[in-house]
């Protein structure tokens, strides 16, 4: 019997899901950092404007934030692809969770929060820690 190491595929979903919040937030932040920053600018005093160095470093490091994220977000799609190649593998092997339900895989159900195998008896057992394959 082997552990099942396509649980990724369950994780990867969920972690695109939290990157795509986090993207969406960060959106959010971005577009009020520029406003503020525009406001700023509007209403400063120009007997004594902002340092234009320091914004410019707030902005740049803004910018490295968000493309951090970007990155994140691509290198989940990738690791949540790689995983749909495992789960594949697992059709017509048999398994056995935690419970003692046996049966052999017929198909596999993706969502958002988990992987189903979809046995020839029926059941359902959701691919997770302790799911053993043979």
């Known amino acids: 019997m082997t ?24 959106t959010l932040d971005y577009d009020a950092f520029l406003q503020l920053m525009m406001t700023q600018m509007q209403n400063q005093d120009p007997t004594s404007p902002m340092d234009a160095n320091e914004q410019m470093a707030q902005l740049a490091s803004f910018s490295q934030v968000e493309q951090a994220i970007k990155t994140n977000a691509k290198l989940e799609t990738l690791l949540t692809n790689m995983s749909f190649g495992q789960v594949d593998d697992l059709i017509g092997r048999t398994v056995t969770d935690p419970s003692g339900t046996t049966g052999v895989v017929e198909k596999v159900e993706v969502y958002s929060d988990g992987t189903v195998l979809g046995l020839d008896n029926g059941k359902g057992i959701l691919l997770g820690p302790g799911v053993t394959i043979s």
Not at 7 to 25: E, L, R, Y
Request: proline letters at 0%; aromatic letters at 0%; a negative charge.
């Open 3 to 26: 552990n099942v190491t396509a649980v990724g595929a369950a994780q990867g979903t969920q972690a695109g899901t939290s990157a795509a919040a986090a993207q969406d937030q960060l």
